[in-house]
């Protein structure tokens, strides 16, 4: 639990999302816009497409260079949620044992190929979702958000989920802490046990809830995500979103890595 609590470290995300950088400076609802047809682009895919998807690494790692982001941050994250992509796609080579791809003695199944095409969507649209905070810093993002249309209680509550989920799981942390001291011998925690804590812990995330929202609201709070200075959409942002936009349906219509690769086979003696 503590090792996945410093890599989901919200202080290096906000450090991060307060640089000044080239990617830093464009206004959020730019950033956020090409982002949401990146992955909407990206999951359009069909399930056994995997070639197709690798020209879509290019915008992570432009804005992850420009940005002067640590790569292995965003990979550490990325991995933390993994678990969830394997349970979906782990049954898949299982499932679908129809040859798809014969090379030489070699013979891809289905399975395989749309195994690895969850894999690789997922990768792209965490890793594009994780960039985008990072580059943006989660309540520029929020604001920008809200200045794009979306409902001003779903942006809220995005924003509290975001600032508080790591509150909770260190609350998780320290009850699980708490009754591993109490253990004695070789003894195991039970289910029971486990449904108590999750129980408490919905308690104390309530409680929490509670507190807060009365002392923001003593403080004024209308629901409205304020900040210090109001962004302007300017020319370099509108071609931002429109160059990246213009690449990601090229990449969608025609397949440069398949084409690179006949160009190669095509050379080939």
């Given at each position: 639990m503590r090792e996945t609590m410093n890599w989901l470290d919200i202080g290096q995300m906000d450090d991060m999302g307060r640089m000044d950088t080239?990617?830093?400076?464009?206004?959020?609802?730019?950033?956020?816009?090409?982002?949401?047809?990146?992955?909407?682009t990206v999951v359009s895919f069909g399930r056994y497409e995997v070639s197709a998807l690798m020209p879509f690494f290019l915008y992570p790692a432009v804005l992850l260079s420009l940005g002067r982001i640590p790569p292995g941050a965003i990979l550490k994250r990325i991995l933390v949620a993994a678990p969830f992509a394997l349970v979906i796609g782990v049954f898949n080579?299982?499932?679908?044992?129809?040859?798809?791809?014969?090379?030489?003695?070699?013979?891809?199944?289905?399975?395989?190929?749309?195994?690895?095409?969850?894999?690789?969507?997922?990768a792209l649209t965490v890793g594009a979702a994780l960039t985008l905070v990072a580059c943006t810093g989660m309540h520029r993002l929020c604001s920008g958000l809200e200045q794009l249309g979306c409902p001003r209680v779903f942006v809220a509550q995005l924003l509290f989920l975001y600032r508080y989920l790591f509150a909770v799981a260190e609350d998780g942390g320290t009850m699980m802490r708490g009754v591993e001291l109490r253990l004695t011998g070789n003894r195991h925690i039970g289910l029971g046990v486990y449904g108590s804590l999750i129980g408490h812990l919905l308690l104390r995330s309530m409680d929490r809830a509670e507190r807060v929202y009365l002392a923001m609201v003593a403080r004024g709070f209308d629901g409205e995500i304020r900040v210090m200075q109001k962004t302007v959409f300017r020319p370099v942002d509108i071609a931002f979103v429109c160059c990246w936009t213009v690449l990601f349906i090229a990449a969608r219509v025609w397949n440069p890595a398949a084409e690179l690769g006949r160009l190669l086979a095509g050379r080939l003696p």
């Open positions: 080239p990617v830093h400076r464009l206004d959020a609802r730019a950033k956020a816009m090409v982002t949401m047809v990146f992955i909407v080579p299982f499932i679908d044992r129809q040859p798809a791809i014969v090379l030489g003695p070699v013979s891809i199944t289905g399975g395989w190929l749309s195994f690895a095409s969850i894999m690789l969507r997922f």
